[in-house]
């Protein structure tokens, strides 16, 4: 069974930096996953925010774009999510999904597996 824990949340100020984890667990093969993140603020929609392609190619959300980074580490089962230049909204609790091959065109958020979040939280 796939299992995604999250990790690196924090309270940070405006135009600082964190770096999320995603520790993956339950795949039968690395190789045969895409995997993302989606974010969803109080009173707000789920938003994606990054996805990355079973081949490595990523994707952003244009509110992130040239500030998230994106990348994973097949030998670990893990993804991560490099954000700077933080700004407040940002804030929201952030989570890891992963969808198998053949469904990655699928939004982030409608991936079939994701974790229980990691929040995220940017002051002004």
């Known amino acids: 069974q796939v299992r995604l824990v999250e990790s690196g949340g924090d309270s940070v100020q405006a135009g600082g930096s964190l770096r999320l984890s995603c520790a993956a667990s339950?795949?039968?093969?690395?190789?045969?996953?895409?995997m993302g993140w989606f974010r969803q603020a109080p009173g707000k929609e789920r938003e994606g925010v990054a996805r990355?392609?079973?081949?490595?190619?990523?994707w952003y959300a244009g509110s992130v774009k040239g500030r998230f980074t994106i990348y994973k580490d097949n030998a670990k089962n893990a993804l991560y999510l490099q954000m700077n230049s933080l700004e407040p909204e940002d804030t929201a609790m952030y989570y890891c999904a992963a969808e198998t091959r053949g469904y990655c065109g699928r939004p982030v958020i409608a991936f079939s597996y994701r974790g229980q979040g990691t929040q995220v939280t940017v002051s002004s």
């Open positions: 339950g795949f039968t093969d690395s190789n045969y996953y895409c």
């Open positions: 990355i392609l079973i081949d490595g190619t990523p």
